[in-house]
C-alpha cells in the first residue's frame, strides 16, 4: 500500500467490530509509530496510554462524545464499539505544550493501524478528569485525545464538497460520507 491510499483508507471510522481483538503487539506497533514521527524542538513530551481488554474498554467508552454532526446518534451501540484505544497524554514535566506533535502522532498512528488492517478515530471530546481517574494516571499526565481503534464496520466515502457543504452525513444505510474540498480551492497559485 502506498501513502496516498493509506491516507483515502485512514478515514474517521466510528463503527468497528468489536469482537475482533487488536493485540496489544498491534498497539505497541501503531504507539511506535507516533514515536518514531517528528516532534517540535525534538522534546518527545507525549506519552501513549494503550488498552485492549474488554472490561477497560467499556469503562473508557463513556467518557468520549461520538460523531458531533450526527447529533442524533449516540455513538456506536454494544457490538460495533472499538476494540481497543490509545490515549494521547502530555507529559507536562517535560512541557507544558505539545506545538503540533498531537496532531502528527496522531496521524502517524492512524496510519499504521490502516496498514495493520485496523481504523480508528481521534476524539477530542472527552470527559478528561473522569477519565484520568480511571486510567489511574499521575497528575503530570494530560490527557490530549483518545484514538479509538478496530477493525472497521461502516463504509466511509470520501465526496468532492458542494457548495462548501463540509459536514458529514450517514445515508440510511450507514454509508458514512465525507465531503473535501476540491484541490483547485485549496492550491494558491
Given at each position: 500500500?502506498?501513502v496516498?491510499?493509506?491516507?483515502?483508507?485512514?478515514r474517521?471510522?466510528?463503527?468497528f467490530?468489536?469482537?475482533?481483538?487488536v493485540?496489544?503487539a498491534d498497539l505497541?506497533v501503531i504507539a511506535?509509530?507516533?514515536r518514531?514521527?517528528?516532534?517540535?524542538?525534538?522534546i518527545?513530551?507525549?506519552?501513549?496510554?494503550?488498552?485492549?481488554?474488554p472490561?477497560?474498554?467499556?469503562?473508557?467508552?463513556?467518557?468520549?462524545a461520538w460523531?458531533?454532526y450526527?447529533?442524533?446518534w449516540?455513538?456506536?451501540e454494544?457490538?460495533?464499539?472499538p476494540?481497543?484505544?490509545?490515549v494521547?497524554?502530555?507529559d507536562?514535566?517535560?512541557?507544558?505544550?505539545?506545538?503540533?506533535?498531537?496532531?502528527?502522532t496522531?496521524?502517524?498512528m492512524?496510519?499504521?493501524?490502516?496498514e495493520?488492517?485496523?481504523?480508528?478515530?481521534i476524539i477530542a471530546?472527552?470527559?478528561?478528569?473522569?477519565?484520568?481517574g480511571?486510567?489511574?494516571?499521575?497528575?503530570?499526565?494530560?490527557?490530549l485525545?483518545?484514538i479509538?481503534?478496530?477493525?472497521p464496520?461502516e463504509?466511509?466515502?470520501i465526496?468532492?464538497?458542494k457548495d462548501?457543504?463540509?459536514?458529514?452525513?450517514?445515508?440510511?444505510?450507514?454509508?458514512?460520507?465525507v465531503?473535501?474540498?476540491p484541490?483547485?480551492?485549496?492550491i494558491?497559485?
Amino acid at each position: 500500500m502506498d501513502v496516498r491510499e493509506a491516507l483515502h483508507r485512514s478515514r474517521s471510522y466510528r463503527r468497528f467490530f468489536q469482537e475482533v481483538a487488536v493485540p496489544e503487539a498491534d498497539l505497541t506497533v501503531i504507539a511506535d509509530a507516533a514515536r518514531l514521527s517528528p516532534s517540535g524542538r525534538n522534546i518527545q513530551a507525549l506519552k501513549f496510554f494503550i488498552s485492549c481488554t474488554p472490561e477497560l474498554n467499556a469503562r473508557i467508552f463513556p467518557t468520549l462524545a461520538w460523531a458531533g454532526y450526527l447529533p442524533e446518534w449516540p455513538g456506536p451501540e454494544e457490538g460495533e464499539r472499538p476494540s481497543a484505544y490509545i490515549v494521547q497524554l502530555l507529559d507536562t514535566s517535560i512541557a507544558q505544550g505539545t506545538l503540533c506533535d498531537e496532531g502528527i502522532t496522531a496521524q502517524s498512528m492512524l496510519l499504521q493501524a490502516v496498514e495493520l488492517g485496523y481504523g480508528g478515530c481521534i476524539i477530542a471530546a472527552v470527559r478528561r478528569d473522569e477519565l484520568h481517574g480511571i486510567l489511574g494516571l499521575p497528575e503530570h499526565l494530560k490527557i490530549l485525545n483518545v484514538i479509538a481503534l478496530g477493525r472497521p464496520k461502516e463504509t466511509v466515502v470520501i465526496e468532492e464538497m458542494k457548495d462548501g457543504q463540509y459536514k458529514y452525513w450517514r445515508t440510511p444505510d450507514g454509508v458514512h460520507h465525507v465531503p473535501k474540498r476540491p484541490l483547485s480551492e485549496i492550491i494558491l497559485k
